[in-house]
Every structure is written in structure tokens, then in C-alpha cells.
């Protein structure tokens, strides 16, 4: 990812020397991973200061990094034969939200308090292709559409890129005519589950996947609960998140190839 990061500016002032970006990464992994508190990040880890691992989390977030990165790591998998296109399957999940702020709303567990939603697509075999934030409040098949136009174009073959799977699956919360037809103007097949259908009609085969995926992202400890107010900052970890998710894919995939 090096050759992504912005260039810094020059320094205006005398003072410390700027912390290496490696390091200020392992400062915002360590917080990632662990959901500690930026404040109390520990000095003795050489990380920098907490708010140093912020603002390089918040200036990369807005130079478009980590979706830069994904698309790099999206497309490794796609040179390699290793992205099925043949289908995608979407969910969401929902997550407290400790303090009220943009892409927050009522919980549908609990409506005084306030929460989010992380709604996912992932390819046939589990790697996230899009995740966006939004309140805990709003429907999940609104964002359907949404989500399948935040799919990237991915190269890594000889042709045009490819940003649309070839049919998508999702649970009953996504059942209706409306966004079947939007699908369908996409030119992707809706496979999605009809209310009133008894469970085992055959999508769970193929949908686990999704659920896998959102564990992982959950896996991270920072993502289980948002702490964030600033809706870009938690963004920011879900994309880094992503990517850290699609790298394993990376890994496991290419390298079995």
C-alpha cells in the first residue's frame, strides 16, 4: 500500500520528526484489532501518539486508500481465477453505536438507543466486494442498489473489467419486486427469498458465505460496537477491514493456485 499514501506536505514548524507511516499503520491495526481507546494507546509499542494514528487513519480514509488497495487486492484474485463472478450474495449486520451521529438511528432491538448497519456483498466464495454504513434504523433492501453500484471495476484479465456477478442471493429481507427489477436492469439475476417460504429452500448452500464474512469483519473488535460519531472514521476501519479480509483471500487463494 505504500505507493498509494498521500505525499505529506512540508512541515511548517520546528518540532518532532514526523512518524514513519509503517508505524502509525501498526498504531491503527493495533486499535483495529484490539477496540482499545485511542487515548490509551500504549507510547512503550513505538506506534506514535493515538492521535497521530488518527489523523493518518483520517487522511488516508479521505485520499481513497483503502479503496484503492482493495481494488489492487480484488483484482490479484481475479488474475488468478479466483473471484467467482458467477454469483454474489448480500446481508447485513447490525451493530450498538455508542454515541449518536451521522448514519446512526433508533436499534431495532432497542429503539432508545442508537445504532448502525453494516450492509455486505461478498463474491461466490466470501471475499467483500462492497460495504457501506448506514443507520441502524433504514431497511435492508434499500440499500441494495447501492451496494451493487459500489462494487468496483476489478482488471486483472485481458478485456474490460468486470464490476457485475451474474446473479445475486439474499435472505427474505430483501424480497421484493421492486429491486428485482432494478436488479435485473443491471443485468444481474435476483435469486433473493420469497416471505411465507419454509427455511431449507436450497439458498442456504450458498449464502453462508456472507454470514462467514460479516464474523470476520466482526472478528475486529473495533467494528462490534461503533465508538466513532464521525461516520467517515468508522468507514475508514470497514474499509481497512476489507482489505485486510480480501488479503487473506489473497493469501489463501492464489497461493493454493
Same mark, same amino acid.
Given at each position: ?7 505529506? *506536505?512540508?512541515?511548517?514548524?520546528? $518540532? ?7 508505524? &502509525? ?17 500504549? @507510547?512503550?509499542? *513505538? ?11 483520517? &487522511?488516508?480514509?479521505? &485520499? ?7 481494488? #489492487?487486492?480484488?483484482?490479484?484474485? =481475479?488474475?488468478? %481465477? @479466483? ?19 451521522? %448514519?446512526? +438511528? ?10 448502525? %448497519? !453494516? ?5 461466490? @466464495? ?11 434504523? =433504514?431497511? /435492508?433492501?434499500? @440499500? ?11 482488471? $486483472? ?8 456477478? +451474474?446473479?445475486?442471493? +439474499? /435472505?427474505?429481507?430483501?424480497?421484493? /419486486?421492486?429491486?428485482?427489477?432494478? &436488479?435485473?436492469?443491471?443485468?444481474? %439475476? ?5 416471505? *411465507?417460504?419454509?427455511? *431449507? ?19 475486529? =473488535? ?7 460519531? =464521525? /461516520?467517515?472514521? !468508522? ?8 482489505? #485486510?479480509?480480501?488479503?487473506? !483471500?489473497?493469501?489463501? #487463494?492464489?497461493?493454493?493456485?
Amino acid at each position: 500500500m505504500e505507493p498509494l499514501l498521500p505525499v505529506p *506536505g512540508p512541515k511548517l514548524k520546528p $518540532g518532532r520528526p514526523r512518524v514513519p507511516d509503517r508505524q &502509525a499503520l501498526c498504531g491503527v491495526l493495533f486499535v483495529l484489532h484490539t477496540g482499545i481507546q485511542w487515548e490509551y494507546l500504549p @507510547q512503550e509499542l *513505538g506506534f506514535g501518539s493515538g492521535m497521530t494514528c488518527w489523523r493518518r487513519l483520517e &487522511a488516508w480514509n479521505r &485520499a481513497g486508500v483503502w479503496g484503492q488497495l482493495h481494488v #489492487l487486492l480484488l483484482a490479484k484474485l =481475479r488474475a488468478a %481465477k @479466483q473471484l467467482d463472478w458467477s454469483r454474489a450474495v448480500i446481508d447485513s449486520s447490525h451493530v450498538r453505536a455508542a454515541r449518536r451521529g451521522p %448514519k446512526s +438511528g433508533p436499534s431495532p432491538v432497542d429503539r432508545a438507543r442508537p445504532g448502525s %448497519k !453494516h450492509p455486505l456483498v461478498v463474491d461466490g @466464495q466470501g471475499t467483500p466486494l462492497a460495504v457501506s454504513l448506514t443507520g441502524g434504523n =433504514r431497511n /435492508d433492501v434499500t @440499500q441494495l442498489i447501492p451496494l451493487l453500484k459500489k462494487i468496483p471495476s476489478v482488471p $486483472g484479465m485481458v478485456g474490460r473489467p468486470r464490476r457485475r456477478p +451474474g446473479a445475486l442471493l +439474499g /435472505d427474505r429481507g430483501y424480497d421484493h /419486486d421492486k429491486y428485482r427489477r432494478l &436488479a435485473w436492469a443491471m443485468g444481474i %439475476k435476483p435469486v433473493i427469498a420469497r416471505r *411465507g417460504v419454509p427455511h *431449507g429452500t436450497g439458498l442456504g448452500v450458498h449464502r453462508w458465505v456472507v454470514e462467514r464474512t460479516i464474523a470476520w469483519l466482526h472478528g475486529f =473488535r473495533r467494528l462490534r460496537i461503533r465508538w466513532e460519531r =464521525r /461516520d467517515d472514521i !468508522h468507514e475508514a476501519f470497514l474499509g481497512l477491514a476489507t482489505c #485486510l479480509i480480501t488479503h487473506r !483471500h489473497v493469501q489463501r #487463494l492464489c497461493e493454493e493456485s
